[in-house]
């Protein structure tokens, strides 16, 4: 479909480079960019017949929305055995497209898929950018890097080869096989578990990449275009990717001052996506979360936000993602969650906190210069929110306040209904219990008094 002409008027412009508001400021998007501001703007528009005007008189005009943190092509999945082992790359491919529509109604007009099932997200990818599929702009990865101690699936990661998002790599000249496989097969980055759980050692995550292997992947990635990411939820996991070469780091836990220092020297990114565990630690009781758990998410957040906020004084690029995929951050409902805890949690204002999910989450599409800011020339690419997200930042959150999105020069329909799915019998395991049925927990103490007394 071809760009429409469009001139919005009325409304107040976040132009995303962190520049203030515009207040009643006219925008000009002509054959799929942003061409002009104001009563040029509007001049230009009156010669033209095939412009249509949008008025957004008490709204807020700003680039659409970049989560640099996704996983659309795993369906939204309970646990990692429902992801692994309970559906065809076929039926995933096709869930997958069912979901993309979901994000832009979110207001999220690109997005960054590090990893996935198969080789589904460069596929999507091409599917969206061919008009074949409606959903955001993508920049994919492939199958993360594990090495054999794998990563947070544990035991479930076999030894060789490929698990559903995973594939196992034992020494670097398997690592440069497979990325310069995945490469071939069309990614736009390479995504490295450099942290995982070891089954047979309690607490968290720990680093299962030597330094030399990182350097090895960013190398050899590098010398072909592409860039890194890494999975690194320790300070040393974070330390050692900064120091070996990764463009952009996600979580950054635990992050200390050596780890900052390193991050900063080499001038890498970070995408903390707070979001999935706020959601565990706000709402993980509604949904059967372990209890135990729930502080120890708060308490990641808390302490690594801290860091955070000492990175973003320092200048270091922090990007907005959610990690969308899973059951406890579903498509299409907790994408722009990510600017409320940077607000919340790491102290930027929500003015910053835009900027991270606009222009900084160009660097993830790798169109910086590009996407996500309006400014003349760049990609037309905008929403129009009911309200002002600088008093409330939480309104961006709300999809009843979307009033218009804007991908690629085109209105998105945002009143039809996307038809709700059904889950399949196959795609996940009934258990018969979610623990055991001691004669304890099922007895009242009233029966087992009665009982001891038989």
């Given at each position: ?138 920049r ?18 076999r030894?060789e080869g ?118 565990l630690?706000?709402?993980g ?22 860091m ?84 409330d ?31 399949s ?7 018969l219990a ?5 004669r ?5 103490e ?9």
């Open positions: 479909m071809k760009p429409e002409n469009l001139l919005i008027t009325g409304g107040t412009v976040i132009d995303g480079t962190g520049a203030g508001p515009r207040a009643d400021t006219a925008v000009l998007l002509r054959d799929g960019v942003v061409e002009q501001f104001g009563a040029p703007a509007v001049q230009a528009a009156a010669t033209d017949l095939s412009v249509h005007e949008i008025d957004a008189t008490g709204k807020t005009v700003m680039p659409g929305m970049i989560d640099a943190h996704t996983h659309l092509t795993f369906g939204e999945p309970t646990g990692n055995d429902e992801l692994f082992f309970h559906r065809t790359e076929a039926y995933s491919s096709m869930l997958s497209a069912y979901n993309a529509k979901k994000v832009l109604r979110a207001g999220v007009t690109s997005v960054f898929d590090a990893d996935c099932l198969w080789n589904i997200a460069v596929e999507l990818r091409d599917a969206i950018e061919n008009g074949i599929v409606e959903g955001p702009r993508m994919a990865g492939g199958q993360a890097l594990m090495t054999s101690l794998g990563g947070t699936a544990g035991r479930l990661i030894d490929t698990t559903a998002y995973a594939t196992v790599v034992h020494d670097q000249d398997m690592m440069v096989k497979e990325i310069r496989r995945q490469i071939k097969y069309g990614v736009d980055w390479i995504k490295v578990m450099v942290t995982g759980l070891i089954p047979s050692m309690k607490g968290p995550e720990v680093k299962v990449w030597s330094f030399e292997e990182m350097r090895r992947v960013c190398d050899t990635a590098h010398e072909l275009n592409t860039k890194v990411v890494g999975h690194c939820r320790n300070a040393l996991s974070t330390r050692d990717a900064a120091r070996a070469g990764f463009d952009l780091i996600y979580h950054s836990s635990y992050m200390d001052d050596e780890a900052l220092e390193a991050v900063v020297e080499s001038g890498a990114s970070l995408c903390p996506t707070f979001t999935l565990l706020g959601n630690a706000d709402y009781a509604k949904i059967g979360s372990a209890p135990e758990l729930l502080e120890v998410f708060r308490a990641e957040i808390e302490v690594t936000a801290a955070l906020s000492k990175a973003h004084a320092a200048g270091v690029k922090i990007l907005t993602g959610s990690e969308t995929g899973f059951a406890v951050t579903p498509v299409g409902e907790w994408h722009a969650r990510e600017l409320e805890m940077l607000v919340d949690y790491v102290g930027m204002s929500p003015l910053e906190a835009i900027t991270c999910a606009t222009a900084n989450g160009a660097f993830a599409m790798r169109a910086e210069g590009i996407l996500g800011t309006l400014e003349a020339g760049r990609q037309a690419d905008v929403i129009v929110i009911d309200g002002n997200p600088l008093d930042i939480r309104i961006l959150q709300d999809k009843s306040r979307i009033s218009e999105v804007i991908s690629r020069g085109r209105r998105i329909d945002l009143l039809t209904p996307i038809p709700e799915r059904t889950v019998s196959t795609e996940q395991v009934r258990f979610a623990c055991p049925l001691t304890s927990l099922a007895l009242t009233d029966d087992l008094e009665r009982l001891s007394r038989v």
